[in-house]
């Protein structure tokens, strides 16, 4: 059986196990009827997110024109602080800006590898910790805006961490932390503007993932260097696929690349 199609995010659904999808242009494939099956992958051509054409990838799933040009890849979208919608500045396209910016954002607390502060749109509340790969998290702050948000990260990652080690997650390499003590703890370092955002929720969220064996030294497939891999699925975590011989594939960085999935 062949599917074909351009990479992008898995889609997600917050059960138990969390359920992935792979959406290709005319089909789409739940990933966890995969597991415990042989995969053949192979590497076809570029598809850039935007424009379409066969260009080398840049970030993000978009050729480097694009990624120098379009709203969607600009620098506010990886550090929400320099959003400025809120102030009817235009960055790139001020309608597209308004739309992503002005609507409330959730700073958070995630332990995927550690604990780590970051900020997403409320919308994306629990995908964007799915995707983390955190089997644990919990909100601080809803904002009315990226901005607020961002500087409340900013603030934050003074006092935790603001990045994930993919290799210790994929390890399951991880310990329980009371997230809602860390919580406590940083709320006296959330800037004034943001102080009244706060958020005194105390529900934490677990996440369990389709997992049946993790990797002890996990190692990364580049399809574009190995253009062909045949392996057993044996497990599904943030958006990696993992194989039975400790082979993982990041289906995120590898947005833009289109892709034959062969299932054996």
Request: overall charge neutral; hydrophobic content about 35%; glycine content about 4%.
């Amino acid at each position: 059986m062949l599917y074909q199609g351009v990479l992008t995010k898995m889609k997600t659904q917050y059960e138990n196990p969390i359920q992935y999808f792979l959406v290709f242009e005319s089909d789409f494939l739940n990933v966890n009827q995969l597991l415990e099956k042989t995969l053949k992958l192979n590497f076809i051509k570029y598809q850039c997110l935007n424009c379409g054409m066969d260009k080398p990838k840049y970030r993000q799933g978009f050729c480097k024109s694009c990624f120098f040009e379009i709203p969607q890849a600009a620098d506010w979208i990886m550090r929400p602080e320099l959003s400025t919608a809120h102030l009817g500045k235009e960055d790139r396209d001020l309608d597209y800006e308004k739309k992503v910016q002005l609507q409330p954002h959730i700073v958070y607390l995630a332990n995927s590898s550690n604990v780590k502060v970051g900020v997403t749109r409320k919308t994306q509340v629990p995908t964007r910790w799915i995707d983390q790969g955190a089997h644990e998290a919990i909100a601080i702050v809803e904002a009315p805006n990226r901005y607020l948000a961002g500087i409340t990260e900013v603030a934050l990652k003074m006092h935790v961490s603001d990045k994930t080690n993919w290799r210790t997650m994929l390890k399951n390499d991880i310990k329980d932390e009371n997230l809602l003590d860390w919580k406590s703890r940083l709320k006296a370092f959330i800037p004034e503007e943001a102080q009244s955002y706060f958020l005194e929720d105390k529900r934490e969220t677990n996440l369990h993932f389709p997992v049946s064996k993790y990797p002890l030294k996990p190692k990364s497939l580049n399809l574009e260097k190995t253009p062909e891999y045949t392996g057993k699925l044996v497990g599904i975590k943030g958006q990696y696929l993992i194989f039975d011989d400790e082979t993982v594939f990041n289906i995120r960085s590898n947005e833009g690349t289109v892709v034959g999935i062969d299932i054996i």
